[in-house]
């Protein structure tokens, strides 16, 4: 194929192809949203995305390639995530953020953990069902 002959194909057939290649890219790249869990007094949110297809190449040995992202839901703030894990029977969520174990750290699994988490229960929040809730 002569280059001239590329010149004669039309600019939109060239913005298609390259949004195309754009999109498939993003799509490989990108990891997908699967479910949530939020903390027991919903402050928290935990979200698992299923790793893209590039880190699940990366990642051949893992069953269940996970990435874990942990936000604050008022206002919503991504406090942490994490790199590619393996989930397959070892995904057990335990918050550890208040009394008796305050620990201010979220774990999932054996392999994420998130700390410096701030409680959940505090004076100012007023949450209901926390032991410093005032009637």
Not at 52 to 66: D, E, V, W
Not at 100 to 122: L, R, S
Request: glycine content about 4%; some cysteine.
């Amino acid at each position: 194929m002569k280059l001239s002959n590329l010149k004669n194909v039309p600019c939109i057939v060239w913005c298609l192809g390259l949004n195309a290649l754009f999109l498939a890219g993003w799509a490989l790249a990108t990891p997908n949203f699967v479910d949530a869990e939020n903390s027991p007094h919903r402050v928290y949110r935990l979200e698992f995305h299923k790793a893209s297809f590039l880190q699940r190449i990366t990642h051949p040995r893992f069953k269940m390639p996970y990435v874990v992202r942990l936000y604050r839901i008022e206002p919503k703030t991504l406090l942490g995530e994490s790199e590619v894990v393996d989930l397959w029977m070892d995904g057990e969520i335990t918050w550890h953020l208040d009394s008796p174990v305050q620990a201010n750290k979220v774990y999932v699994g054996n392999d994420v953990v998130f700390k410096n988490i701030p409680p959940e229960c505090t004076e100012e929040a007023q949450i209901p069902g926390c032991p410093n809730t005032k009637p």
